[in-house]
């Protein structure tokens, strides 16, 4: 099956093409069904390929074709099989495919569906790619890819201005942090010869290079890490990113583009594991930005936001993770979190689906008894997210904090504690808005309805998932399948390794426990009780206030100050477009009518004009023979 | 020798028939002369056949030629009267371009021509059966693919000047 | 031993077939100009029969050709007849340069 992991990005590649090239005029609808099972038969080739590399398989690259030799640069068209890849496929393509099921549902009644399973192929298959890619060059094909996509899928319902503003926002904030990819790839090749990662693990053990390239390199990997996964600064396009349908939203800014930064980090591990500087800078940014969204979150109004938000921040655990030296936690968070964001999304939709597109909480409550599947289901995903055992969200949260503490950053633990409190209280708050109390809009509130089971049935399937999954992997902490099957293929030799006491782990979880329920506590004195209220405490912190549900006013900041600044630039960059690029497209095209205008007069429909040019062209021919004959022409 | 002779003189008589009434039917004024100065030239090279030696040519040349295509054309001159003022404009537009083509090219290819060299032994006549032979023998597909050109042409002229009437 | 050389047989050939093109392409009456064309298939015809009688040993295969060429210059003369008959009934002209409705 491993010889075969080739077929998992050609079924979504196939049905890009196909729903591409047919979903206008015949398809339709269809492309959903098409999309579904492309994605799903790719999910069932990576299963095969899990359970491969399961039996003991060691890390294997099947080689497609050679696509780059330059001298002595190589980059082939290659895919790297190891424990870690391996993972990823499986929860890249298990999580689309039930969200494409999703969308068959949820995107039914639009224009676009065909449009929409088109580009979510494409999308599928680029993430695949950046996954499965044995080198930084084709990954970086792959990363590109889903920096496309996300584009064309934010700016959806392009009819509206809001959607493509925020389409064209991600996509350069994206590019800003793929400069910083681009410097790191290129420095790799300068430094190591080769992009390919097993060149560069091979040369890592024999001779490595000095700390100071190395923190350049991983630095500047980071910094695409930053642009690609929402961190700290480069974040704010996520939130503005919810102008996409909420498929979308699940699938690629929850589950799998977002976190592509973490795995590049995750797949870079042995350049990180010897640039010590850079991990401190890792750690430290992921665990300010999971705080600094947190706040952010308490605020909001729009449910969606609530969950992008709330995104950031989890996405900031990851690479705290990966900072202080746990790889394997940060894969696992990101396993899990796949499964109860996307749940959390997904079920959002449903609730923006049952209200026919009302997104505002204010305006919601009371509807658990109208949608009861939805209610439970996300309930249970409000609960990993809240790292309540043995719920999944929790083994993998709590792996992370412990780590941060027991490999020596006390402050970083903190940062997660505290987070941990505020994530839990926004999940309450949010629950309890959307399905608990008195529903706050009536007319809504009659129609709401429950989603079809077209919808209902993923949401249940990541349910199990987000029920199963942490204890069916991270079980027992440390020492669970997950650390076993990932910890070759990601720890180094010689990283963080000591053995921790067994009432260390349980301390720490309990201290973990008791943040989450802290937090729902605090949720539910305030939204329940009505103490203290939630307008009086909003009133209280006034200004802070303020600041929260402005987002802190970084969009104002940047627009200011960076946006303003170049502007000038722009003016130029856009002069130059309108001028000479498309003066150029335009004069060709204005040179072709007026030579065919002119060229035109030699038809003058008198035929004995054309028999004079034969003859014409007689004299010239017989000329050149003389020329010939005589030697004057020719050599 | 006085064969020799002969022969030079019969050929410049045809020579002079042929230029002449060439010239003729390009600057004939009436449309009539110019197709009875065009069966002379025809008669005229078919007695440059006979000089040749290859006497059944010319004959076929006077059958086909003076026969049947002079009268074609004669019909063709019949059938399209045109208003006696229209021959004011007698040569056409583009006249001094072509005049300026075709003079250096003729008079080239005239005097260039002129100076082939034969090496034959001139067996006069007996040129019926060879060409029999071959065309029937030899050439007997293309034979019947230009009879079938025939029949194609027969049609194709019938059918172009139907009236829809009919 | 013949006392006409081949060149000058072709020679003849060769003026007889400008003669025929300056014709074609002066005149403005489309059957004087069909008229010009047989006598550059003439011009031809003699050309060839010219060398195919005086080659080192008489090729009939010239001969040939021209009987090929009778009936192509029958066939050509009948329909090109049949297609100035056709545009005079359009309309009653054949004046070559009057006609340029195909003009691009």
Known sequence: MIGNVWLIPAFPLAAFLVCGLFGRRWLHRWTGVIASAAVGASAIVAIGVFLEVLGGKERTTVKLYEWIAVGDFRSNVAALVDPLSSVMLLVVTVVSFLIFVYSNGYMAHDHGVHRFFTWMSLFVFAMLILVMADNYLLMFVGWEGVGLCSYLLIGFWFERPEPYVAAKKAFVMNRIGDWGYTIGMITTFLVFGSMTFTDIFARMERDAPTQSVLTLITIAFFVGATGKSAQLPLYSWLPDAMEGPTPVSALIHAATMVTAGVYLVARSAPLYAAAGPSLVVVGTVGAVTAIFAATIALVQFDIKRVMAYSTVSQLGYMFLALGVGAPVAAIFHLATHAFFKALLFLGSGSVIHGLEGEQDMRKMGGLRRKMPITYWTMLLAGGALAALPPLAGFWSKDEIVGAAYTNGYPILWAVGIVTAVLTAFYVTRAMWMTFHGEPREHHLYEHAHESPSVMTLPLIALAVGTVTLGVAIGWPPDSGFIHTFLGPAVETPGAADHAVAVGTIVALALVSIAAGVLGILIGFAMYVRRRPDPVAVSRAFGWYYRALVNKYYVDELYDHRIVEAFRGLFGIAWAFDVHVIDGIANGIGWIAARSGGGLRRVQTGVVGNYALTIVAGLLVLLVAYGGYAAGVLGR | MSFDVLELAFFGLLTVGIVSAAIGVVLANRITTAALLMAFTFLNVAGMFVLLGAETIAAFQVLIYVGAITVLILYGVMFTPQNPRAYALFFQRQTPWAALFVAPIGIFVAVYSLSFRDTATGTKGHDLEPLATSVFRDFGFPFEIASVLLLAAMIGAIVLVRREED | ?104
């Not at chain 3, 069909?34 to 010239?62: P, T, W």
């Open chain 3, 1 to 104: 031993m013949p006392t006409v050389p081949l060149g000058w047989f072709v020679g003849v050939s060769a003026v007889l077939f400008f003669i025929g093109t300056a014709g074609v392409l002066m005149r403005r009456n489309a059957v004087v100009i069909l008229m010009c064309v047989e006598l550059m298939l003439n011009a031809a015809n003699l050309a060839l029969v010219a060398f195919s009688r005086r080659s080192a040993s008489i090729d009939e295969r010239g001969s040939v050709f021209v009987v090929f060429i009778f009936v192509i210059a029958a066939a050509e003369v009948a329909v090109g007849l049949a297609i100035i008959l056709s545009a005079y009934r359009n309309q009653p002209t054949v004046d070559v340069d009057e006609m340029h409705r195909m003009k691009g």
